[in-house]
């Protein structure tokens, strides 16, 4: 049973718009969430992350909502760059050693 | 870049044959993981480590076992390999500390191909 969801397998947006990533979990138990981007032939790379008890996080481009009501979280980029041309993996964690991945989004972003 | 290792990176075998990839990390981390990664279920954990000889299940352990003698090696062993056992294989690490713990640092994969 996944614990965290992505149901957006890709996502094509122009270069200089707001890409909008989202995941769904379950577990309630969850303490942060992650977001990681892959690029091919390469290993997930961190990103951003949220603590369960904020709402926001931002670094840069990168902005990471959380609604805890709704158990949704989501990942703004802005604006997109061809370089964020990549696969993103959203990601709970609980418990200190407890890491549960979505299946991904395929972000393209057109010149 | 956290220093992790993974051996070898790519691999063609065959079924029935048994299979061991190697990750090394030079962080001295606790915790050491196996993940595999499949199109449509994103990242697997298969197995992971808490310490020198202390291991449990994942989500995906059927048949997969690990090995950690030491703090900086863990194996990944497929008794028998499987054509469903083809995916590529990532190793990841945390830390105990409170600014390292709650990050999952990643090797660059193995591909295994098991024909």
């Known amino acids: 049973d996944q614990q965290v969801k992505q149901n957006s397998p890709s996502l094509s947006v122009q270069e200089g718009r707001i890409s909008i990533l989202n995941c769904d979990y379950t577990?309630?138990?969850?303490?942060?969430f992650l977001w990681y981007k892959k690029y091919p032939a390469e290993g997930p790379t961190f990103l951003i992350s949220?603590?369960?008890?904020?709402d926001k996080n931002e670094d840069g481009r990168f902005t990471v909502f959380l609604n805890k009501s709704a158990k949704h979280l989501s990942l703004h980029i802005v604006p997109s760059q061809p370089g964020d041309s990549a696969v993103y993996f959203c990601a709970g964690f609980y418990n200190f050693n407890k890491f549960y991945f979505g299946s991904g989004t395929k972000l393209n972003v057109k010149p | 870049d956290a220093g992790i290792t993974q051996s070898p990176r790519h691999k063609v075998t065959e079924t029935g044959t048994p299979v061991t990839l190697r990750c090394h990390q030079t962080?001295?981390?606790?915790?050491m993981y196996w993940y595999r990664q499949d199109p449509g279920h994103g990242l697997r954990l298969i197995h992971y480590s808490y310490g020198v000889k202390d291991t449990d299940k994942g989500e995906v352990s059927d048949g997969y076992s690990v090995s950690r003698s030491k703090t900086e090696d863990f194996l990944l062993t497929l008794e028998s390999a499987t054509s469903s056992q083809t995916s590529v294989y990532f190793c990841a690490i945390s830390g105990d500390s409170f600014s390292t713990n709650e990050k999952l640092f990643f090797g660059s994969g193995t591909q295994l191909s098991v024909l």
């Open positions: 949220i603590s369960s008890i904020k």
């Open positions: 962080e001295n981390h606790r915790y």
């Open positions: 577990n309630s138990m969850f303490d942060y």
